[in-house]
């Protein structure tokens, strides 16, 4: 991505995740036909899956996770969405679903990170003591904090803007969950904004 590509996405984030819920910015006409792409990526160092991050994302429109030495390519959602869309798409919805793959008490605060690019990051020891893997880098496009139960947690609802200008951005997102005495990061998702499902 060029660099007046990248400042001028950068621009465009900073409204993008403060906008009030249902509010839209002013539509841009937008090229018809580009679906916005997802990948599913839990890290490969020092070997595919050898440092799992086990809180995953779930639901119908996200694939499931891959492990390797490189992120996968973002490509069509495998299926439709439960509850919020995983797939990003300009005037939509984006809010996927983290379902936990080990005990994190019976509830606690959850970070959301969104950055430019997956990576196949380095594993390291966790504050709390379980290893994990960094799975985002780049410019952070946008941070939230939600809550879980124990079990699940929600990104809390963005909206993406109507315009055009955001079609074909890539992003990666990662969570950082913590509570009964386990913090830790969850595996990747990651895709390029699209202006259809």
Known sequence: ??????????????????????????????????????????????GPCSCINLDQWMGGD???????AFPPAPAV?????????AVMVIGASWGPTLV???????????SFRIRMNAINGPCIAGPCGLPYEVLTSGTLLHSSLGFHNGFTAVVPSLDIP???????????????V??????DASSALLGVIGDEF
Do not use: E, K
């Open 100 to 110: 936990f793959g080990h005990p994190h008490g019976t509830g606690g605060p959850v």
């Open 1 to 46: 991505m060029s660099v007046p590509r990248l400042l001028s996405f950068a621009a465009l984030t900073a409204g993008l995740f403060v906008v009030a819920p249902g509010a839209r910015l002013a539509a841009s006409p937008a090229p018809a036909g580009v679906d916005g792409l997802i990948a599913h990526y839990n890290g490969g160092v020092p």
């Open 62 to 68: 996200i694939p499931a996770a891959v492990c390797g």
């Open 162 to 176: 109507n315009d055009v200008q955001f079609v074909g951005l890539t992003w990666a997102c990662q969570a950082t």
């Open 178 to 183: 913590v509570g009964g005495g386990v913090c």
């Open 77 to 85: 959602r495998p299926g439709p969405p439960i509850g919020n869309n």
